[in-house]
């Protein structure tokens, strides 16, 4: 079975849609309408600069980082303090190729406070970051254990994959 990834992300929002997120939801939701905002903003310049050749297959947000899935890479910009990010950078302002990962095609991808977690094509997962203050990575590390990850997520304080065959890892 092939794995394909569940959700296509592109970024042609009208330019009133934060707008009718904010009358839709609430003023409690004007930042996340801002973030969004400057998400777009972010990855428009990222395309200008050919950096997304190829369709985006995924996105994912924490609370100060975001990751882009692309299928033949993994970018990443934002804070980093711990490693979040799949390099070594406090803060990176445009999206940077996390090179840990080019030779994985990546699919989906999770984002937590200070962590990271992506899956591949091939059902592999890795994570990077740090998670709860007990174990920190600078770099992708691949999960030992996990085999044919299929969608993975992630929380304040914790990260989960879950495979083809319906187990889940936490």
Known sequence: EELRPRLGYEFNLPQDASLAIISQLGVARCRAA??????????????????????????????????VCTGDALFSF??????????????????????GLLAEDVVAAAASGFSTLVCTAEGRA???????????????????????????AAGAKHLLA?????????
Request: hydrophobic letters at 40%.
């Open 162 to 170: 879950w495979t083809g065959s319906g187990e889940l890892y936490t």
């Open 34 to 67: 801002r973030a969004c905002r400057g998400l777009r903003a972010a990855v428009a310049v990222a395309q200008d600069l050919g950096a997304f050749r190829h369709r985006v297959l995924a996105l994912a947000a924490g609370a100060g980082h975001t990751v």
């Open 126 to 152: 890795y994570w990077c970051g740090r998670l709860d203050g007990q174990h920190s990575s600078l770099v992708p590390g691949l999960l030992g254990g996990l085999e044919r990850a299929v969608e993975v």
């Open 78 to 99: 934002g804070r980093g303090n711990f490693g979040q990010l799949g390099y070594a950078a406090e803060s990176q302002t445009t999206p940077r190729v996390v090179a």
